[in-house]
């Protein structure tokens, strides 16, 4: 007979391994915020929960003083979209303020734009070469 | 067209290399090793389920979030009492320690600079 071989151990870290599944922002009017972020997106308002590739954006009430974020660059939402046009073309739709308008980088065209709450929105078309963990995630289409 | 995804979060810090750091040994990148890909010498990646951690050493911010409850960053675990005992190790700051609520398990703790991050264990 022969002995079954050990099995390894897991990886300690395994147990609080941790998966980033939403994002609350505070916003002074968190439905007209939703509402911008489904339209700067261009996802359905027939869902209810705001879903971009398998992570939740939240708004909840905040009476923020000064209403705009104080350091947008603190924390940035980068949105990575398969036509920069197209999402280049809802911004503008929505009047949106640019910080930087589209350009070309060596990670893929970029541009930023506020939210209604002053934070960094990022829309990105990543280049092909660019790192694999800055590539666009085909999972959650 | 397909919808887009939230590709990554960029956190700006003074310190990329102390943030990336803790992120790494707090929370445990599902990348091999569990480490963080060099992306510059200033910026750093991993990622935590299906989007990026981007740590990106900047000037234009300042040591520490002088605004920390505007976003919060929620990161689902399968274990946040497990979690928390590995957190407790490292000396991590609480805002709330980890408690029982509707829906399951909920712990809000700060990084070194000062963000807001919460663990998550849902009920199933």
């Given at each position: 007979m022969v002995a079954d071989p050990p099995v390894p151990e897991s990886p300690a870290g395994v147990r609080w391994r941790a998966r980033l599944r939403a994002i609350t922002l505070e916003s002074r009017s968190p439905d007209r915020a939703a509402a911008w972020y489904r339209e700067a997106l261009g996802l359905s308002d027939d869902a209810p929960l705001l879903t971009v590739g398998g992570v939740e954006l939240r708004f909840t009430l905040g009476t923020c003083d000064p209403p705009s974020?104080?350091?947008?660059?603190?924390?940035?939402?980068?949105?990575?979209?398969?036509?920069?046009?197209?999402?280049?073309?809802?911004?503008?739709?929505?009047?949106?303020?640019?910080?930087?308008?589209?350009?070309r980088t060596r990670w893929g065209i970029i541009g930023t734009v506020l939210d209604l709450d002053g934070n960094y929105v990022q829309v990105v078309e990543p280049a092909p070469d660019s790192p694999p963990c800055l590539q666009r995630n085909e999972e959650h289409r | 067209m397909a919808i887009p995804t939230l590709g990554s979060i960029l956190l700006g810090t003074t310190n990329p290399d102390r943030l990336r750091d803790w992120y790494a040994a707090a929370l445990a990148p599902g990348d091999a090793g569990g480490v963080f890909t060099e992306v510059?010498?200033?910026?750093?990646?991993?990622?935590?389920?299906?989007?990026?951690?981007l740590i990106d050493g900047r000037s234009d911010v300042a040591g520490e979030n002088p605004e920390p409850g505007r976003v919060v960053l929620?990161?689902?675990?399968?274990?946040?009492?497990?979690?928390?005992?590995?957190?407790?190790g490292l000396g991590v700051t609480w805002l709330v320690e980890l408690e029982e609520r509707e829906g399951g398990l909920f712990g809000t703790l700060v990084d070194p600079d000062g963000n807001y991050v919460q663990i998550i264990e849902l009920k199933e």
């Open positions: 974020a104080v350091e947008p660059a603190r924390i940035v939402l980068n949105f990575h979209v398969d036509d920069i046009r197209a999402a280049e073309g809802r911004l503008i739709a929505l009047e949106a303020v640019w910080v930087r308008e589209l350009e | 510059t010498p200033t910026m750093f990646a991993a990622t935590f389920g299906d989007t990026s951690l929620n990161f689902h675990v399968d274990d946040a009492r497990a979690t928390a005992e590995h957190l407790k």
